[in-house]
């Protein structure tokens, strides 16, 4: 879909969504989200609290910003579950899009994210650990519009 179809006004008003920090990680995660591989991320509840967010809806749309705070793409959430970090399954974890094969690598990886001094200094806490019963948010979505001009995007 291109952006032709979403009025500027539009895309103004809707809130940003930041896929990790600026940097190589999250330069990933939009290429992947763009190229459709990504349909699904995991956030913290503890996260949503500690910005004083509501979670995610069905149906809420959101514009993908880059490393440079670019809007890239807007999103549309079509499915949201709560449920304990030991309760992530592989369909979720596989459609993250970030070639994990296993939950066990999945758990591996987004544990050193959680743990890094980037997502503690983010939550205020120096200490901040997750476990087996961490409330972790499993969004679905999907790719509604790729905003990068037309010469950006790579068919």
């Known amino acids: 879909m291109t952006p032709d179809s979403i009025a500027p006004a539009d895309i103004a008003s809707m809130p940003r969504i930041e896929f990790a920090f600026p940097g190589p990680l999250r330069d990933r995660l939009v290429a992947a989200i763009l190229n ?7 956030g913290l509840v503890a996260d949503y609290e500690h910005e004083g967010e509501p979670l995610p809806e069905v ?18 959430v079509t499915s ?15 459609d993250e ?22 997502m503690r200094a983010a939550l205020g ?17 999907r790719l509604v519009a790729d905003l990068r001009p037309s010469d950006d995007q790579v068919r």
């Open 36 to 42: 459709g591989s990504k349909t699904s991320t995991t």
């Open 59 to 76: 149906g809420n749309r959101s514009v993908v910003v880059d490393s440079d705070q670019r809007p890239v793409a807007v999103v549309e």
């Open 80 to 94: 949201v579950r709560v449920v304990p970090l030991a309760q992530v399954n592989l369909a979720h974890v596989t």
């Open 97 to 118: 899009g970030e070639g994990h094969t296993s939950v066990a690598e999945w758990r591996e990886g987004h544990e050193r994210f959680w743990h890094s001094e980037e």
């Open 125 to 141: 806490d120096p200490g901040f650990t997750v476990d087996d019963t961490t409330p972790a948010v499993l969004e679905r979505f």
